[in-house]
């Protein structure tokens, strides 16, 4: 049984700072693309960042302007999503997924598995 849980999430002031990490059960997760996605209240969800399975490639939505980093450890079957600078409208539920179909897609059908998600608020 695959599960992807997400967490690091929380409570942050505009400018603050959250490290977010998304941990794999059940699969061969170095083999996994990994994405980061998102869904503020009322919005459709949407692609924040993705890392390749070996960790050499990654993506970023426009939006990040150079405040998230996307890594991993495959070691620990863990992602993570480094957030610096952080804006209201980064409010959203953050949510991790994995597929082997293409890196960076933004279509959710191509993803395989997907975590429950967990909630960041910034503050103004």
């Known amino acids: 049984q695959v599960q992807l849980v997400e967490s690091g999430g929380g409570l942050v002031q505009t400018g603050g700072s959250l490290r977010l990490s998304c941990t794999a059960s059940?699969?061969?997760?170095?083999?996994?693309?990994m994405t980061w996605f998102r869904q503020a209240p009322g919005k459709e969800r949407e692609f924040v960042a993705a890392?390749?399975?070996?960790?050499?490639?990654?993506y970023y939505a426009s939006f990040v302007e150079g405040r998230f980093t996307v890594s991993r450890d495959n070691a620990k079957n863990t992602m993570y999503l480094q957030m610096n600078s952080l804006k209201p409208a980064d409010t959203a539920v953050y949510y991790c997924?994995?597929?082997?179909?293409?890196?960076?897609?933004?279509?959710?059908?191509?993803?395989?598995?997907w975590g429950q998600g967990t909630q960041v608020t910034v503050s103004s």
């Open positions: 997924a994995a597929s082997k179909a293409r890196l960076g897609s933004r279509y959710e059908a191509t993803y395989d598995y």
């Open positions: 059940g699969l061969t997760f170095g083999t996994y693309d």
């Open positions: 890392i390749s399975g070996s960790a050499n490639r990654n």
